[in-house]
């Protein structure tokens, strides 16, 4: 008995040992040296290809609409079809998307049109929190010193302004104009928008903390065409009726 339990050890012992060294050949080896994974730990970016290179006169705080020189390749005859539902063929719209992609053949009218919706909102929550910062990179001069004067005058009155977009429910160009080098493309923007602004006693002065209101706007984006700088400026800003 004793010895039938003697020669089961040894065989469970060296089918043990023959996993063991199965592993240890598949898992590779610890040396006692390895480093603990930080779950949190940041990660390498992996290395820039070339035609990734950022130039010195990108910012990395503009909300990028495309059009940039670097962008892909399409003729406006590929591409008219894509834009019909952006334009009626033959209006003045349409001519003007045509007349940047003769310059610039990257430029998405789509993509330029979801680009803006992400400069307008962001324009707009960054106006209400005061960060100039973000503002600078988004704006043109004039634009941005309006914009700063206001800022300005509020915090002189202790004012407070925050802006929660529900939702954007319409961004349609209304413009688009190619003057030389210089096109301009203007977005008629509907919105569902809650903006209140406080005193300094936190007492409402303007807007609601809970309505939901609709605001129409009117923005004129801008850019040099055949630029590095891949960035559209705002230029000129209205209400709508």
């Known amino acids: 008995m004793q010895n039938s339990f ?33 779950p949190f730990a940041r990660r390498e970016t992996p290395p820039m ?6 130039g010195p006169d990108q910012r990395d705080n503009v909300i990028r609409l495309p059009g940039a020189a670097n962008d892909s390749v399409a003729t406006a005859g ?29 430029f998405d009218p789509h993509a330029f ?13 960054a106006f209400a929190r005061g960060d100039r910062k973000a503002l600078k990179g988004l704006l043109a001069k004039d634009v941005y010193e ?18 929660n977009f529900v939702s954007i429910d319409k961004a349609d160009f209304t413009a688009v104009e190619v003057k030389g080098k210089t096109a301009q493309v203007t977005i008629a923007f509907v ?9 300094a006693q936190g007492v409402i002065v303007d807007g609601s903390a809970d309505q939901v209101s609709e605001v129409n ?11 590095r700088d891949p960035n559209w400026l705002l230029v000129a800003t209205e209400s709508a009726a």
């Open 6 to 38: 003697d020669m089961t050890t040894l065989i469970f012992l060296a089918l043990a040992v023959f996993v063991a060294w199965k592993l240890r050949s598949v898992l590779g080896q610890k040396t006692g040296h390895e480093q603990p994974k930080d």
């Open 49 to 54: 290809r070339p035609d990734q290179a950022q």
């Open 78 to 106: 590929e591409a008219a079809e894509r834009w019909k539902d952006l334009a009626p063929p033959d209006s003045p719209v349409s001519a003007g998307i045509e007349a940047i992609i003769r310059q610039e053949s990257g």
């Open 113 to 125: 049109v979801a680009g803006a919706k992400a400069a307008y909102e962001a324009i707009v929550t």
């Open 146 to 163: 309006g914009f700063e004067q206001a800022i300005t005058d509020r915090e002189k009155r202790g004012e407070k302004a925050e802006s």
């Open 191 to 199: 919105s569902q928008l809650i903006s209140v602004t406080r005193d």
């Open 217 to 227: 706007d009117i923005w004129t984006f801008s850019r040099q065409l055949g630029s």
